[in-house]
Protein backbone atom coordinates (compact mmCIF):
# COMPACT_ATOMS: atom_id res chain seq x y z
CA UNK A 1 0.00 0.00 0.00
CA UNK A 2 2.79 2.29 0.86
CA UNK A 3 4.15 2.00 -2.98
CA UNK A 4 1.34 2.44 -4.44
CA UNK A 5 0.37 5.80 -2.11
CA UNK A 6 3.80 6.92 -3.56
CA UNK A 7 2.56 6.21 -7.15
CA UNK A 8 -0.52 8.20 -7.18
CA UNK A 9 -1.81 11.54 -7.89
CA UNK A 10 -3.47 13.49 -5.02
CA UNK A 11 -6.65 14.60 -5.28
CA UNK A 12 -7.38 17.42 -7.85
CA UNK A 13 -3.82 17.58 -9.48
CA UNK A 14 -4.03 18.37 -12.98
CA UNK A 15 -2.16 16.50 -16.22
CA UNK A 16 -1.69 18.54 -19.22
CA UNK A 17 0.57 19.18 -22.09
CA UNK A 18 2.20 22.47 -23.64
CA UNK A 19 3.10 24.20 -26.66
CA UNK A 20 3.50 27.53 -28.00
CA UNK A 21 2.43 29.35 -30.52
CA UNK A 22 6.09 29.37 -33.13
CA UNK A 23 6.51 26.35 -32.54
CA UNK A 24 3.54 25.30 -34.06
CA UNK A 25 0.77 27.26 -35.82
CA UNK A 26 2.78 28.25 -38.87
CA UNK A 27 0.72 30.53 -40.98
CA UNK A 28 3.32 33.20 -40.64
CA UNK A 29 1.88 35.25 -42.78
CA UNK A 30 -1.82 34.48 -42.95
CA UNK A 31 -5.19 36.47 -41.93
CA UNK A 32 -3.24 39.73 -41.35
CA UNK A 33 -0.46 38.38 -38.42
CA UNK A 34 2.13 40.72 -38.46
CA UNK A 35 6.24 39.39 -38.08
CA UNK A 36 7.67 38.76 -35.41
CA UNK A 37 11.60 38.43 -34.69
CA UNK A 38 11.60 34.12 -35.32
CA UNK A 39 10.47 35.68 -38.63
CA UNK A 40 12.48 38.10 -39.19
CA UNK A 41 15.86 36.12 -38.42
CA UNK A 42 14.79 32.82 -39.99
CA UNK A 43 14.03 34.70 -43.20
CA UNK A 44 16.94 37.26 -43.53
CA UNK A 45 19.42 34.45 -41.79
CA UNK A 46 18.77 30.68 -42.86
CA UNK A 47 21.79 29.58 -41.09
CA UNK A 48 20.71 30.87 -38.03
CA UNK A 49 18.99 27.43 -37.59
CA UNK A 50 19.69 23.86 -37.73
CA UNK A 51 19.21 23.09 -41.40
CA UNK A 52 17.90 26.44 -42.72
CA UNK A 53 14.60 25.41 -40.93
CA UNK A 54 11.81 27.96 -39.76
CA UNK A 55 8.19 28.17 -38.51
CA UNK A 56 6.56 29.28 -41.60
CA UNK A 57 4.27 26.32 -41.84
CA UNK A 58 5.85 24.38 -38.86
CA UNK A 59 3.20 21.66 -37.67
CA UNK A 60 0.22 24.02 -39.14
CA UNK A 61 -1.63 23.63 -36.37
CA UNK A 62 -3.62 27.26 -37.27
CA UNK A 63 -5.09 24.98 -39.73
CA UNK A 64 -5.56 21.72 -37.50
CA UNK A 65 -6.06 23.01 -34.48
CA UNK A 66 -9.32 20.69 -34.29
CA UNK A 67 -7.26 17.59 -34.56
CA UNK A 68 -5.33 18.82 -32.15
CA UNK A 69 -7.54 18.83 -29.15
CA UNK A 70 -9.07 15.78 -30.47
CA UNK A 71 -5.62 14.30 -29.81
CA UNK A 72 -5.16 15.86 -26.49
CA UNK A 73 -8.73 14.93 -25.53
CA UNK A 74 -7.86 10.97 -26.86
CA UNK A 75 -5.08 10.51 -24.47
CA UNK A 76 -6.73 12.44 -21.23
CA UNK A 77 -5.17 15.73 -20.36
CA UNK A 78 -6.89 17.89 -18.64
CA UNK A 79 -5.56 20.84 -19.76
CA UNK A 80 -3.58 22.29 -22.79
CA UNK A 81 -1.22 25.50 -22.18
CA UNK A 82 -0.42 26.93 -25.42
CA UNK A 83 0.71 30.69 -25.82
CA UNK A 84 -0.76 33.63 -27.67
CA UNK A 85 1.03 35.15 -31.00
CA UNK A 86 1.47 38.84 -29.99
CA UNK A 87 1.93 39.20 -33.56
CA UNK A 88 -1.20 37.76 -35.03
CA UNK A 89 -3.94 39.44 -32.34
CA UNK A 90 -1.15 43.19 -32.82
CA UNK A 91 0.69 43.00 -36.23
CA UNK A 92 2.16 46.55 -35.13
CA UNK A 93 2.86 45.11 -31.76
CA UNK A 94 0.48 48.32 -29.78
CA UNK A 95 -3.18 49.02 -30.06
CA UNK A 96 -2.70 51.27 -33.09
CA UNK A 97 -3.70 47.63 -35.54
CA UNK A 98 -6.17 45.23 -34.08
CA UNK A 99 -6.15 42.06 -35.96
CA UNK A 100 -9.81 40.50 -35.76
CA UNK A 101 -9.15 37.42 -37.47
CA UNK A 102 -6.24 36.82 -35.28
CA UNK A 103 -8.63 37.28 -32.16
CA UNK A 104 -11.15 34.85 -34.01
CA UNK A 105 -8.08 32.03 -34.34
CA UNK A 106 -7.67 31.97 -30.54
CA UNK A 107 -11.67 31.96 -29.84
CA UNK A 108 -12.00 29.09 -31.92
CA UNK A 109 -9.14 27.44 -30.07
CA UNK A 110 -10.35 28.09 -26.75
CA UNK A 111 -13.72 26.70 -27.54
CA UNK A 112 -12.74 23.73 -29.02
CA UNK A 113 -10.81 23.29 -25.37
CA UNK A 114 -13.79 23.91 -23.29
CA UNK A 115 -16.25 21.90 -25.68
CA UNK A 116 -14.26 18.78 -25.05
CA UNK A 117 -13.79 19.31 -21.55
CA UNK A 118 -10.07 20.65 -21.61
CA UNK A 119 -9.02 23.67 -19.18
CA UNK A 120 -6.88 26.61 -21.48
CA UNK A 121 -4.06 28.06 -19.93
CA UNK A 122 -2.65 30.69 -21.54
CA UNK A 123 1.07 32.09 -22.30
CA UNK A 124 0.80 35.79 -23.05
CA UNK A 125 4.33 35.46 -24.37
CA UNK A 126 6.22 32.74 -25.60
CA UNK A 127 9.56 34.46 -27.35
CA UNK A 128 7.83 35.70 -30.16
CA UNK A 129 8.18 39.07 -30.06
CA UNK A 130 6.75 41.75 -32.99
CA UNK A 131 9.44 42.81 -35.18
CA UNK A 132 8.42 46.56 -34.82
CA UNK A 133 8.66 46.43 -31.17
CA UNK A 134 12.04 44.83 -31.28
CA UNK A 135 13.18 47.25 -34.42
CA UNK A 136 12.96 49.91 -31.04
CA UNK A 137 15.12 47.68 -28.75
CA UNK A 138 12.71 44.73 -27.96
CA UNK A 139 13.56 43.73 -24.24
CA UNK A 140 16.40 46.49 -23.99
CA UNK A 141 13.88 49.65 -23.97
CA UNK A 142 11.76 49.90 -20.52
CA UNK A 143 9.26 51.17 -22.87
CA UNK A 144 8.40 47.51 -23.41
CA UNK A 145 6.78 47.45 -20.30
CA UNK A 146 4.27 49.85 -21.65
CA UNK A 147 3.40 48.10 -25.04
CA UNK A 148 2.91 44.38 -22.88
CA UNK A 149 0.74 46.30 -20.16
CA UNK A 150 -1.63 47.20 -23.27
CA UNK A 151 -0.95 43.67 -24.93
CA UNK A 152 -2.35 41.71 -21.83
CA UNK A 153 -5.11 44.39 -20.89
CA UNK A 154 -6.23 43.46 -24.60
CA UNK A 155 -5.91 39.48 -23.94
CA UNK A 156 -7.66 39.55 -20.37
CA UNK A 157 -10.54 41.38 -21.72
CA UNK A 158 -10.94 38.93 -24.98
CA UNK A 159 -10.66 36.11 -23.50
CA UNK A 160 -10.57 36.01 -19.94
CA UNK A 161 -14.01 34.83 -19.30
CA UNK A 162 -13.04 31.71 -20.60
CA UNK A 163 -9.60 31.64 -19.66
CA UNK A 164 -8.89 30.97 -15.54
CA UNK A 165 -4.98 30.04 -16.12
CA UNK A 166 -2.34 32.37 -17.12
CA UNK A 167 1.42 33.00 -17.86
CA UNK A 168 3.07 36.13 -18.38
CA UNK A 169 6.09 35.71 -19.46
CA UNK A 170 7.44 32.23 -20.52
CA UNK A 171 11.20 31.50 -19.77
CA UNK A 172 12.58 35.04 -19.33
CA UNK A 173 16.00 32.74 -18.23
CA UNK A 174 16.29 31.97 -21.86
CA UNK A 175 14.57 34.97 -23.69
CA UNK A 176 17.97 37.07 -22.37
CA UNK A 177 20.01 34.53 -23.97
CA UNK A 178 18.75 36.50 -27.64
CA UNK A 179 20.34 39.83 -26.10
CA UNK A 180 23.84 38.41 -25.28
CA UNK A 181 24.94 35.62 -28.00
CA UNK A 182 23.93 34.19 -30.91
CA UNK A 183 21.61 31.60 -29.25
CA UNK A 184 18.23 32.86 -30.03
CA UNK A 185 16.48 35.95 -31.74
CA UNK A 186 16.92 38.95 -32.15
CA UNK A 187 20.46 37.11 -31.77
CA UNK A 188 22.50 40.17 -30.17
CA UNK A 189 25.37 40.14 -28.92
CA UNK A 190 25.85 42.34 -25.96
CA UNK A 191 27.43 40.01 -23.50
CA UNK A 192 29.71 42.40 -22.03
CA UNK A 193 27.27 45.78 -21.53
CA UNK A 194 24.84 43.32 -19.25
CA UNK A 195 22.42 42.90 -22.17
CA UNK A 196 20.54 39.93 -20.53
CA UNK A 197 20.74 42.23 -17.27
CA UNK A 198 19.15 44.63 -18.91
CA UNK A 199 16.45 42.52 -21.14
CA UNK A 200 15.40 40.75 -17.80
CA UNK A 201 14.88 43.71 -15.90
CA UNK A 202 12.34 44.57 -18.16
CA UNK A 203 10.66 41.45 -18.49
CA UNK A 204 10.57 41.43 -14.77
CA UNK A 205 8.90 44.74 -14.66
CA UNK A 206 6.57 43.73 -17.57
CA UNK A 207 5.19 40.72 -15.55
CA UNK A 208 4.61 43.14 -12.76
CA UNK A 209 2.62 45.72 -14.46
CA UNK A 210 0.67 42.67 -16.29
CA UNK A 211 -0.21 40.42 -13.14
CA UNK A 212 -1.44 44.12 -11.72
CA UNK A 213 -3.58 44.93 -14.13
CA UNK A 214 -5.26 41.41 -13.98
CA UNK A 215 -5.34 42.01 -10.11
CA UNK A 216 -6.95 45.86 -10.48
CA UNK A 217 -9.56 45.38 -13.76
CA UNK A 218 -10.47 41.94 -13.86
CA UNK A 219 -9.88 39.14 -10.88
CA UNK A 220 -13.23 40.24 -9.00
CA UNK A 221 -14.61 39.18 -11.99
CA UNK A 222 -12.39 36.45 -14.16
CA UNK A 223 -11.06 34.75 -11.13
CA UNK A 224 -8.37 33.61 -12.68
CA UNK A 225 -4.81 33.35 -11.83
CA UNK A 226 -1.71 34.51 -12.82
CA UNK A 227 1.96 33.55 -12.95
CA UNK A 228 5.37 34.05 -14.77
CA UNK A 229 7.12 30.88 -16.22
CA UNK A 230 10.45 30.40 -14.41
CA UNK A 231 13.23 27.61 -15.64
CA UNK A 232 16.77 26.47 -15.64
CA UNK A 233 18.95 23.56 -15.32
CA UNK A 234 18.86 22.41 -11.05
CA UNK A 235 22.86 22.86 -9.95
CA UNK A 236 23.97 20.00 -7.37
CA UNK A 237 27.52 20.75 -5.95
CA UNK A 238 30.20 18.50 -7.48
CA UNK A 239 30.98 16.73 -4.12
CA UNK A 240 30.26 17.20 -1.08
CA UNK A 241 32.86 19.96 -0.21
CA UNK A 242 31.63 23.66 1.37
CA UNK A 243 32.98 25.39 -1.81
CA UNK A 244 31.13 23.13 -4.17
CA UNK A 245 27.77 23.75 -2.11
CA UNK A 246 28.27 27.53 -2.34
CA UNK A 247 28.71 27.45 -6.03
CA UNK A 248 25.57 25.15 -6.52
CA UNK A 249 23.51 27.74 -4.44
CA UNK A 250 25.44 30.79 -6.88
CA UNK A 251 24.06 28.95 -9.73
CA UNK A 252 20.85 28.75 -8.68
CA UNK A 253 20.48 32.14 -7.46
CA UNK A 254 21.43 33.40 -10.51
CA UNK A 255 19.44 31.37 -12.82
CA UNK A 256 16.04 31.01 -10.31
CA UNK A 257 16.60 32.88 -8.21
CA UNK A 258 17.58 36.01 -10.66
CA UNK A 259 13.89 35.87 -11.47
CA UNK A 260 12.27 34.55 -8.55
CA UNK A 261 13.68 35.92 -5.62
CA UNK A 262 11.92 39.87 -6.72
CA UNK A 263 8.71 37.61 -6.71
CA UNK A 264 8.30 34.88 -4.48
CA UNK A 265 10.37 36.27 -1.71
CA UNK A 266 8.78 38.85 1.02
CA UNK A 267 12.25 40.67 1.15
CA UNK A 268 12.16 40.83 -2.95
CA UNK A 269 14.90 42.88 -5.28
CA UNK A 270 17.62 40.49 -6.93
CA UNK A 271 19.15 38.27 -4.75
CA UNK A 272 21.49 39.59 -2.55
CA UNK A 273 24.65 37.26 -3.73
CA UNK A 274 23.64 38.36 -7.12
CA UNK A 275 23.74 41.90 -6.48
CA UNK A 276 26.89 42.04 -4.30
CA UNK A 277 28.64 39.59 -7.26
CA UNK A 278 27.55 41.56 -10.23
CA UNK A 279 28.29 44.78 -8.83
CA UNK A 280 31.81 43.84 -7.51
CA UNK A 281 32.73 42.80 -10.63
CA UNK A 282 31.55 45.61 -12.51
CA UNK A 283 33.54 48.20 -10.59
CA UNK A 284 36.21 45.95 -11.13
CA UNK A 285 35.58 46.52 -14.67
CA UNK A 286 36.38 50.18 -14.65
CA UNK A 287 32.46 50.55 -15.26
CA UNK A 288 30.97 53.80 -13.43
CA UNK A 289 27.48 51.59 -12.96
CA UNK A 290 26.37 47.76 -12.22
CA UNK A 291 25.79 46.32 -15.39
CA UNK A 292 22.70 45.18 -13.11
CA UNK A 293 20.34 47.21 -13.32
CA UNK A 294 18.91 48.70 -9.99
CA UNK A 295 15.30 48.62 -8.65
CA UNK A 296 13.41 51.69 -6.85
CA UNK A 297 11.62 50.87 -3.56
CA UNK A 298 8.22 51.46 -5.33
CA UNK A 299 9.57 48.58 -8.33
CA UNK A 300 10.69 46.15 -5.36
CA UNK A 301 6.87 46.39 -3.68
CA UNK A 302 5.40 46.63 -7.08
CA UNK A 303 7.19 43.02 -7.79
CA UNK A 304 6.76 41.15 -4.71
CA UNK A 305 3.84 38.53 -4.56
CA UNK A 306 2.98 38.52 -8.31
CA UNK A 307 1.41 35.00 -8.42
CA UNK A 308 -0.98 32.82 -7.77
CA UNK A 309 1.68 29.72 -8.31
CA UNK A 310 5.00 29.66 -9.46
CA UNK A 311 5.29 27.83 -13.11
CA UNK A 312 8.39 25.73 -13.65
CA UNK A 313 9.73 24.91 -16.84
CA UNK A 314 12.48 22.19 -15.79
CA UNK A 315 14.47 18.96 -18.14
CA UNK A 316 17.89 18.30 -16.67
CA UNK A 317 20.46 19.10 -14.19
CA UNK A 318 24.40 19.84 -13.57
CA UNK A 319 26.91 19.70 -11.35
CA UNK A 320 29.02 22.84 -10.37
CA UNK A 321 31.95 24.25 -8.86
CA UNK A 322 33.97 27.48 -7.84
CA UNK A 323 35.66 28.60 -10.72
CA UNK A 324 35.88 31.15 -13.77
CA UNK A 325 35.78 29.82 -17.55
CA UNK A 326 37.04 33.02 -19.30
CA UNK A 327 35.09 32.01 -22.51
CA UNK A 328 32.27 31.64 -20.52
CA UNK A 329 29.04 34.43 -20.48
CA UNK A 330 29.44 37.46 -18.27
CA UNK A 331 27.26 36.14 -15.82
CA UNK A 332 28.51 33.13 -15.30
CA UNK A 333 32.03 34.97 -14.79
CA UNK A 334 29.59 37.23 -12.02
CA UNK A 335 28.55 33.98 -10.55
CA UNK A 336 31.91 32.36 -9.95
CA UNK A 337 30.89 29.11 -11.12
CA UNK A 338 31.69 26.10 -13.54
CA UNK A 339 28.72 23.80 -14.59
CA UNK A 340 29.92 19.94 -15.30
CA UNK A 341 27.94 17.00 -16.40
CA UNK A 342 29.00 13.28 -14.93
CA UNK A 343 29.40 10.95 -17.74
CA UNK A 344 27.31 8.49 -16.25
CA UNK A 345 24.48 10.48 -16.64
CA UNK A 346 22.01 9.26 -19.84
CA UNK A 347 22.20 11.20 -22.75
CA UNK A 348 19.21 11.80 -25.23
CA UNK A 349 19.86 10.38 -28.18
CA UNK A 350 19.56 13.95 -29.95
CA UNK A 351 21.00 16.55 -27.87
CA UNK A 352 24.44 16.47 -25.75
CA UNK A 353 23.06 18.95 -23.69
CA UNK A 354 20.00 16.73 -22.32
CA UNK A 355 21.37 14.29 -19.46
CA UNK A 356 18.65 12.57 -17.23
CA UNK A 357 19.10 13.32 -13.98
CA UNK A 358 15.37 12.18 -12.00
CA UNK A 359 16.86 12.94 -8.78
CA UNK A 360 17.86 16.41 -9.90
CA UNK A 361 13.95 17.10 -10.13
CA UNK A 362 13.42 16.24 -6.68
CA UNK A 363 16.37 18.38 -5.54
CA UNK A 364 14.37 21.53 -7.23
CA UNK A 365 11.54 21.15 -5.66
CA UNK A 366 13.34 20.75 -2.20
CA UNK A 367 14.84 24.17 -2.71
CA UNK A 368 12.22 25.65 -3.89
CA UNK A 369 10.00 24.85 -0.80
CA UNK A 370 12.35 25.77 1.00
CA UNK A 371 13.64 28.99 -0.94
CA UNK A 372 10.26 30.41 -1.50
CA UNK A 373 8.09 28.81 1.61
CA UNK A 374 6.53 26.22 -0.97
CA UNK A 375 4.04 28.26 -2.88
CA UNK A 376 2.01 25.95 -5.28
CA UNK A 377 4.24 24.93 -8.03
CA UNK A 378 2.81 24.12 -11.55
CA UNK A 379 5.54 21.82 -13.67
CA UNK A 380 4.37 23.71 -17.29
CA UNK A 381 6.90 22.24 -19.22
CA UNK A 382 8.51 19.10 -18.46
CA UNK A 383 9.35 16.20 -21.27
CA UNK A 384 12.46 14.74 -23.19
CA UNK A 385 13.97 14.89 -26.70
CA UNK A 386 15.04 11.98 -29.02
CA UNK A 387 15.18 11.94 -32.83
CA UNK A 388 11.79 11.08 -33.39
CA UNK A 389 11.24 6.92 -32.54
CA UNK A 390 7.75 6.26 -32.48
CA UNK A 391 8.12 3.36 -29.76
CA UNK A 392 9.83 5.88 -27.78
CA UNK A 393 10.57 3.89 -24.73
CA UNK A 394 13.51 6.28 -23.52
CA UNK A 395 10.24 9.20 -23.27
CA UNK A 396 8.35 6.41 -21.58
CA UNK A 397 11.05 5.90 -18.95
CA UNK A 398 12.00 9.16 -18.69
CA UNK A 399 8.36 10.14 -17.97
CA UNK A 400 8.52 7.27 -15.16
CA UNK A 401 11.42 8.53 -13.36
CA UNK A 402 10.54 12.33 -13.41
CA UNK A 403 7.24 11.95 -12.33
CA UNK A 404 7.74 9.19 -9.86
CA UNK A 405 10.71 11.64 -8.09
CA UNK A 406 8.13 14.35 -8.25
CA UNK A 407 5.40 12.26 -6.74
CA UNK A 408 8.11 11.37 -4.10
CA UNK A 409 8.94 15.32 -3.41
CA UNK A 410 4.31 15.77 -2.66
CA UNK A 411 3.81 12.53 -0.76
CA UNK A 412 7.39 12.44 1.44
CA UNK A 413 8.43 15.86 1.27
CA UNK A 414 5.60 17.47 1.52
CA UNK A 415 6.09 19.56 -2.02
CA UNK A 416 2.99 22.01 -2.74
CA UNK A 417 2.89 20.46 -6.66
CA UNK A 418 -0.43 21.07 -8.03
CA UNK A 419 0.08 20.22 -11.47
CA UNK A 420 2.16 18.84 -14.48
CA UNK A 421 2.40 19.69 -18.32
CA UNK A 422 4.31 17.29 -20.65
CA UNK A 423 6.62 19.18 -23.32
CA UNK A 424 5.47 18.93 -25.95
CA UNK A 425 2.27 17.99 -27.65
CA UNK A 426 3.68 17.51 -31.52
CA UNK A 427 7.02 17.55 -32.55
CA UNK A 428 7.61 21.24 -33.45
CA UNK A 429 10.14 23.82 -34.70
CA UNK A 430 12.46 23.87 -31.59
CA UNK A 431 14.43 27.04 -32.39
CA UNK A 432 17.97 27.63 -33.52
CA UNK A 433 17.84 23.38 -33.27
CA UNK A 434 15.24 23.63 -35.59
CA UNK A 435 13.39 20.27 -36.05
CA UNK A 436 16.03 17.87 -35.80
CA UNK A 437 15.21 17.58 -31.82
CA UNK A 438 11.90 15.45 -31.27
CA UNK A 439 9.96 16.91 -27.91
CA UNK A 440 6.79 15.59 -29.43
CA UNK A 441 4.28 12.75 -27.90
CA UNK A 442 3.04 13.30 -31.34
CA UNK A 443 5.21 12.80 -34.26
CA UNK A 444 4.28 15.16 -37.16
CA UNK A 445 5.53 14.75 -40.76
CA UNK A 446 7.46 17.52 -42.15
CA UNK A 447 7.75 16.26 -45.52
CA UNK A 448 3.81 15.94 -45.48
CA UNK A 449 2.03 18.62 -46.81
CA UNK A 450 -0.76 17.73 -44.53
CA UNK A 451 1.61 17.61 -41.50
CA UNK A 452 0.17 14.24 -40.65
CA UNK A 453 0.05 13.17 -36.96
CA UNK A 454 1.55 9.76 -35.67
CA UNK A 455 0.89 9.04 -31.68
CA UNK A 456 3.83 7.79 -30.57
CA UNK A 457 4.03 4.88 -27.57
CA UNK A 458 4.52 7.12 -25.02
CA UNK A 459 1.04 8.55 -25.45
CA UNK A 460 -0.49 4.78 -24.05
CA UNK A 461 1.51 5.80 -21.40
CA UNK A 462 0.42 9.24 -20.10
CA UNK A 463 -3.01 7.72 -21.15
CA UNK A 464 -2.91 5.05 -19.03
CA UNK A 465 -1.01 6.90 -16.26
CA UNK A 466 -3.95 9.50 -16.73
CA UNK A 467 -6.73 7.18 -16.61
CA UNK A 468 -5.41 5.12 -12.98
CA UNK A 469 -4.04 8.96 -11.79
CA UNK A 470 -0.88 6.95 -10.69
CA UNK A 471 2.46 5.74 -12.77
CA UNK A 472 1.46 2.30 -14.47
CA UNK A 473 3.71 -0.76 -13.26
CA UNK A 474 4.09 -1.53 -17.35
CA UNK A 475 6.91 -2.72 -18.94
CA UNK A 476 5.93 -0.26 -22.34
CA UNK A 477 9.10 -2.13 -23.81
CA UNK A 478 6.92 -6.11 -23.94
Known sequence: MKDKIKTQFPEGFMLGVSTASYQIEGAWNEDGKGENMWDRLTHTNPASVDNCDNGDIACDSYHKYKEDVKLIKDIGFQNYRFSISWSRILPNGDLTCINQKGIDYYHRLIDELINNGIEPMVTLYHWDLPQPLQDIGGWLNPLLVDYFEDYARLIFQLYGDKVKWWNTINEPLEIIHGYTERRYAPYLTLDEFGGDYMAGHTLLKA??????????????????????????????????????????????????????????TKTGDYPPIMRELVDKRSKEEGRARSRLPIFTPEEIEELKGTYDFLAMNHYTSRLSTPGIDPKSKARFRDANFI????????????????????????????????????????????????????????????????????????????????????????????????????????????????????????????????????????????
Open 339 to 478: DFIDETWPVSSSSEWFKVVPWGFRQMFLWLKKEYNNPPVFITENGYCDSGQITDIDRINYFKDYIGEMLNSIHEHKCNIIGYNVWSLLDNFEWTAGYGCKFGIIHVDFKDPERKRTRKLSTKFLHDMIEQRSIPNVDYSA
Open 207 to 264: HARAYHVYNKEFRSTQQGKVSIVLSGFFHVPKSDSQEDKDAAERANQFEFGWFGHPIY
